[in-house]
């Protein structure tokens, strides 16, 4: 049962996107979701994570500051808001439950130049 992942697309650096992370088959409210990124021959990494309070959340030390990961269990969505983008963010970004150890979705790309 995959996540769907939309809001990806293509922006000048220091422009500003918002991802979001949905699915219809069960509520994300009960699970940490993550999200991750995997650029061009690199390893997928961690971007945010927000645990099931909404409180705790965890950031990348590369996108602190400039990246913010929100919840609204009303919508059964979860968003990555992305601003100051820089090129190295350029990568095909995932959402996934558990913090990244159960159901993964089939990512959006994100291309800043």
């Known amino acids: 049962v995959q996540l769907v992942e939309s809001g990806g697309g293509s922006v000048q650096a220091g422009g500003s996107l918002r991802l979001t992370c949905t699915t219809s088959?069960?509520?994300?409210?009960?699970?940490?979701i993550g999200w991750f990124r995997q650029a061009p021959g690199k390893e997928r990494e961690g971007v945010a994570a927000v645990y099931t309070d909404g409180v705790t959340i965890y950031y990348d030390d590369s996108v602190k500051g400039r990246f913010t990961i929100s919840r609204d269990n009303a919508k059964n969505t979860v968003y990555l808001q992305m601003s100051s983008l820089k090129s190295e963010d350029t990568a095909l970004y995932y959402c996934?439950?558990?913090?990244?150890?159960?159901?993964w979705g089939q990512g959006t790309q994100v291309t800043v130049s």
């Open positions: 088959a069960y509520t994300l409210s009960g699970y940490c």
């Open positions: 996934a439950t558990d913090c990244g150890t159960g159901y």
